[in-house]
């Protein structure tokens, strides 16, 4: 480590590491656009540009991504000379970029319009026309490019280069007519394609998920984990006006997925948005599953599970820790089985983040000493107890509809806790679940790095975490006596 | 200042030179065969170049004997070394190396292996521009004539040099004799302008250490071993020694290229050789070298054509390929053409380059089609001042400022004459013709 | 598809001169182009498996420099520079005169298919501009009518 002043102020900074970053990590903003913490430095924008002094030498513009931190080096973020540097090249970046932020996405996020704001020119003198590009040209399923807001920056290029290694896109032809091109117009491939829309600075990449969903500034952001493997990458979940999660993005973590997430997870989201949602609590009268205040379904449930001895607990995978731990109490406490479900590997595993493994907290669960069962297993367990307890979202997803239809409603009585009610005869209450956008909790991923889940919206009326629920069954159970002495 | 001496375009003047018999009867090969039969250690060359004075001929003008010296010390740092020739000229007037390539291709040959030599590079890598098929023809058959009689390849004549040379070809990018760009187009790459540092000398050719060499730099280093550095120190003026390659091209009545001592005016360039300008007209402008650097009037003519006297003038030496323009001649016309190249040329990584090249096009172009706007010439100054000096990756964006600068110092009042008038008053007719839609 | 052998045993020759075997991409494309007359989207997708790289990584390449045709051109390609010294003397002229000498639009190809006509940047003919590059040979100190004269004697 080195020291150097920025900014008046004096940092250690790794040598080994851009200047950039190194003022970054002490809270000094340094704009950027090809530069990128996850990528290697190419130095192509200009934007990074800050005033250095070495030694005795007069202070010299350079770009902060590619000048490695020296001994007693003083950097001037702020300088006259540097924030000229940089406004002379925001009019270079403005003179083709289309006034698109009315109709664009990434208006509200916009390195772009964010710089601008700060130290660009309130008007252009330009009198030449734009470049004329295609405006949607469509990439595959996922990113649409807009070639007229491109700032070259070339990031997506070398995403695809450097992180899941196999190039999809090129910078073609030069200079003023460069535009961003897949080989004939091939779309993209692989499940790393969301990535680019995040590095984008403009809004030149967006999703296609996302266009015209959302204006960003009226999102209720909140960080999660994704749910949908094991490498549990850090997100950021994204709520319009508590009613739909309309983006999910990577959250940076150096431990687990640096800057980057899959696209199954990242578009995993819909899932939380579908209507039909249980809510509160229902019991079954006869044919029919009859909705009941959520405090007497309960009074029930704990009628039934302290009279009957031979039941099982299964829990879903997505289940939290602190699901598991008071599952793990409550099986103890009442001479019950536990479980959860595990999944099989479902062949999406990478060499980059996706483990195969479709569930979040096996690792969280197994380490608490909780059994994995597969599906068939679980089932078993099932038919061989007289109570069964499906607690968590997806539980009846893993196990299969059907096959918790077909289960002997004269031998066993189920009792689900789910996003969705199943009314068939062998389910004899449920009670609505929050999903793991709802609420709070941890999950320990493949390497046994926690990740918090967080309530970025409000559960269906009545539903309530797993967690909640096994808390209030406990607190209607007689307290636990001490063992006479 | 004496013009005497010549020797760059001696052999080049004879008949079949190329020809390897004809060429060594010449002299050719002479230089190296002496430096190892006497094993004259590498270091010595080095010396003996830096001593010389001999600076690059490819436009940057830099001490070669002191690049040379940039090279890591082979026993410290024993990754493989190469030499790149930059043989891609294209700055515009410029077609000197050429000659060179095509007529005395064999002391060129002689000149990049004494200068791999040097440098103890086991490669020398000819980077060709690729319409140069003449010449790149010549060169590697003088490559293989050479290599048949052991002065290329292994163990040259019997020494432990071993030197193999291989021809390249570039297609037909200026950004390409940017020597950065050069080797990024040598490994196969778009020809995109590396950030330095790192420098050449310790992250080349495939992150080697590399050295890049003009054609008519290395042209003169079997004339300095041969006949010493004192010799060649002795040709030129204080700051730019031996001879150098003029080419003039333009409104004069004899064209061409021509070799002189360092120490001659523009004048005795334009009157004594070129025959002064064409149709008895007046010089009203001319480029000293290449478009790269500022324009200069007919009042400067009486300029010393060398580095530090152009630089006094307010312009630079560059490829000394001197660009003459009449007095019949519109600036804004000039200008289109030049601002229109460095348009064309941008690689495109920088920001400022990328559009302002564009940018500098279109308002040169609106001007000389007649529909300037009254605050184009104070925006094509603002513009060039942004886009320079050492604000890019590379030099071109400079190359493109430059002489914007220029025209518009000393031409201001005949650009915004165009503007008024919604004309250009000096534009000559054009003939017409049908062009097809969707170009550059 | 994949490249014809006797490009890959002159390929694989060449990359014998580099350390690393994309280095002949240069001189591959250019042979290509020469023996093809244009890179077509097929030659680049077979130049990139020879070398073991993504199709796009090719293109990139190939579109970045001005002498790869990646569309189809007639037979012959007349290149006209058209930069400073030879627009000096009289350039614009010679591109009428070809134009007309070939019956094709500037930057297009002749109804007949026979020539290519376009533009270059300093083509290094400074000292005999004006010039045309005709099929890779170059035509220098022309006028117009020199400039008809040898375009009327192409087969």
Redesign the interface.
């Known amino acids: 480590m080195v020291k150097i002043i920025v900014n008046g102020r004096e940092i250690e900074a790794d040598p080994k590491k851009p200047l950039i970053k190194a003022c970054h990590d002490s809270g000094v903003d340094v704009p950027m656009y090809c530069y990128h913490p996850g990528l290697e430095p190419v130095g192509s924008c200009r934007i990074c540009q800050v005033e250095v002094k070495q030694g005795e030498a007069p202070g010299r513009v350079m770009v902060a991504c590619r000048t490695q931190p020296a001994e007693g080096m003083v950097v001037d973020t702020e300088s006259p000379k540097a924030h000229e540097t940089r406004k002379e090249c925001l009019e270079f970046l403005l003179k083709n970029h289309p006034l698109d932020c009315p109709i664009c996405d990434k208006a509200g996020e916009c390195d772009l319009q964010d710089y601008t704001y700060a130290e660009g020119q309130a008007a252009g003198r330009t009198h030449e026309e734009r470049r004329e590009l295609d405006k949607r040209k469509s990439l595959g399923d996922t990113i649409v490019l807009d070639q007229e807001r491109c700032i070259l920056c070339s990031r997506c290029v070398r995403f695809f280069e450097e992180v899941p290694k196999q190039a999809q896109l090129t910078v073609s032809d030069l200079g003023s007519r460069s535009v961003i091109a897949t080989f004939m117009d091939r779309p993209l491939k692989g499940k790393y394609q969301g990535n680019i829309a995040d590095l984008c600075p403009v809004g030149a990449l967006t999703l296609k998920k996302f266009r015209f969903q959302a204006r960003v500034w009226n999102l209720v952001k909140m960080a999660s984990t994704c749910g949908e493997c094991s490498r549990g990458c850090s997100t950021t979940v994204e709520v319009l006006r508590g009613a739909d999660v309309k983006r999910v993005r990577p959250r940076e973590n150096e431990a687990v997925n640096k800057f980057w997430m899959c696209d199954i997870g990242r578009f995993a989201f819909e899932r939380h948005n579908r209507p039909g949602r249980m809510e509160g609590a229902a019991l079954r009268e006869g044919a029919k599953l009859v909705p009941h205040p959520v405090e007497e379904a309960l009074t029930r449930l704990r009628d039934e599970l302290m009279r009957e001895k031979s039941a099982a607990w299964i829990l879903s995978p997505w289940c939290t820790i602190e699901e598991g731990e008071r599952a793990k109490a409550l099986a103890a406490r009442l001479g019950h089985q536990l479980c959860f479900i595990s999944p099989e590997k479902n062949g999406e595993q990478d060499d980059l983040l996706h483990t195969g493994d479709p569930c979040p907290n096996r690792r969280g669960l197994s380490d608490l000493g909780i059994a994995g069962f597969e599906a068939a297993k679980a089932l078993e367990a099932a038919k061989g107890a007289k109570l069964v307890v499906l607690l968590g979202e997806r539980v009846v997803e893993l196990l299969g509809a059907g096959e918790v239809a077909r289960l002997d409603a004269t031998r066993v009585a189920v009792h689900l806790v789910d996003e969705f009610a199943l009314d068939v005869p062998c389910v004899k209450s449920v009670f609505g679940a929050a999903n793991c956008v709802e609420r709070v909790g941890t999950w320990a991923n493949v390497d046994g790095v926690r990740g918090p889940i967080s309530a970025v919206k409000a559960p269906p009326i009545g539903a309530r975490s797993p967690a909640k629920l096994m808390d209030e069954l406990v607190r209607l159970m007689p307290k636990l006596q001490e063992h006479a002495r | 200042m004496s013009q005497n001496e010549r020797y760059l375009l001696t052999r080049a003047n004879i008949e079949g030179a190329h020809q390897i018999a004809v060429a060594e009867k010449h002299g050719a090969y002479a230089a190296l065969r002496k430096v190892l039969k006497d094993g004259v250690p590498y270091s010595a060359v080095i010396d003996e170049v830096k001593k010389s004075g001999l600076r690059g001929r490819g436009g940057a003008g830099f001490s070669t004997g002191m690049k040379w010296t940039f090279m890591p010390d082979p026993v410290k740092d024993p990754r ?1 070394r190469y030499l790149a020739v930059n043989a891609d ?7 000197k190396d ?1 000659v060179l390539m095509e007529r005395d291709p064999h002391g060129f040959v002689e000149g990049v292996l004494l200068s791999a030599y040097a440098i103890r590079a086991q ?1 020398a890598y000819i980077y060709v ?6 010449a790149h023809d010549r060169v590697a058959a003088a490559i293989a004539e050479a290599r048949a009689k052991n002065l290329v390849g292994k163990n040259i004549l019997g020494s432990d040099f071993s030197c ?1 040379v ?1 021809m ?8 390409c004799g940017e020597e950065t760009g050069l080797m990024e ?8 302008p590396r ?1 330095k540092p790192p420098f050449p000398a310790m992250y080349g050719l ?1 992150g080697q250490p590399t050295t890049v060499n003009n054609v008519e730099t290395v042209y003169n280093v079997p004339f300095i071993m041969e006949r010493g550095s004192a010799w060649f120190a002795g040709l030129g003026t204080a700051n730019s020694k031996g001879n150098f390659l003029c ?5 004069v009545n004899k ?3 021509y070799e002189f001592t360092f120490g001659i005016t523009a004048k005795e360039i334009l009157e004594q050789h070129a025959g002064g300008v064409w149709k008895g007209r007046g010089l009203k402008a001319w ?1 000293p070298g290449g ?1 790269s650097c500022a324009l200069l009037t007919g009042k400067d003519v009486d300029v010393v054509l060398d580095h530090d006297s152009l630089r006094a003038r307010g312009s630079s030496l560059g490829t000394a ?1 001197m ?3 009449d007095d019949h ?1 519109s600036m804004a ?2 200008m289109e ?2 601002a229109r ?1 460095y ?10 380059c ?6 500098l096009s ?2 040169f172009h ?1 001007i000389a089609q007649g529909k300037g ?1 009254p ?2 010439v104070a ?1 094509l100054e603002a513009l060039a ?2 886009m320079a000096p ?4 590379c030099a071109l964006s400079d190359a493109a400022a430059i002489p914007t600068l220029s025209a518009v110092r000393l031409f201001k009042d005949e650009l915004l004459e165009c503007v008024r008038q919604k004309r250009d008053p000096l534009a000559q007719p ?7 839609g ?3 | 598809m994949a490249l014809e052998a006797n490009f890959v045993a002159e390929f694989d020759e060449l990359a014998k001169n580099y350390p690393e075997k994309r280095a002949i991409m240069m001189l591959a494309l250019h042979r290509l182009q020469d023996a093809r007359g244009w890179l077509s989207p097929d030659a680049l997708e077979d130049l990139a498996a020879y070398l073991g790289m993504e199709p796009v990584e090719v293109y990139g390449v190939a579109s970045f420099y001005p002498m790869y045709r990646l569309r189809p051109c007639g037979k012959h390609v007349v290149s006209i520079c058209h930069n400073i010294s030879c627009d000096l003397r009289g350039a614009q002229d010679i591109i009428a005169a070809v134009c007309e000498a070939t019956g094709a639009p500037l930057h297009g190809t002749s109804p007949d298919g026979k020539f290519t006509v376009t533009t270059v940047e300093c083509a290094g003919a400074c000292a005999n501009a004006p010039m045309l590059d005709l099929d890779g040979t170059y035509h220098e100190d022309l006028t117009p009518e020199k400039a008809k004269r040898i375009l009327g004697s192409v087969k």
Not at chain 2, 89 to 95: F, L, Q, R, V
Not at chain 2, 247 to 251: E, K, L, P, V
Not at chain 2, 390 to 393: A, Q, S, Y
């Open positions: 493989p000229e294209s700055e515009p007037g410029t077609c050429r490669a521009r690729g319409e140069y098929r003449l193999e291989h390249h070809r570039g297609g037909g990018a200026y950004i187009s040598l490994e196969g790459k778009r020809g995109h950030p495939w080419g003039i091209s333009g409104h064209p061409g290229v480029f478009s390929a660009v003459m323009i001649t016309r000039v053409i030049i190249f348009d064309h040329e941008s690689c495109g990584q920088c920001s400022q990328r559009e302002g090249t564009q940018w279109q308002i609106r706007q605050d184009d925006t001042k942004g050492g604000k890019t990756i054009m003939p017409q013709y049908a062009v097809a969707g170009h550059h």
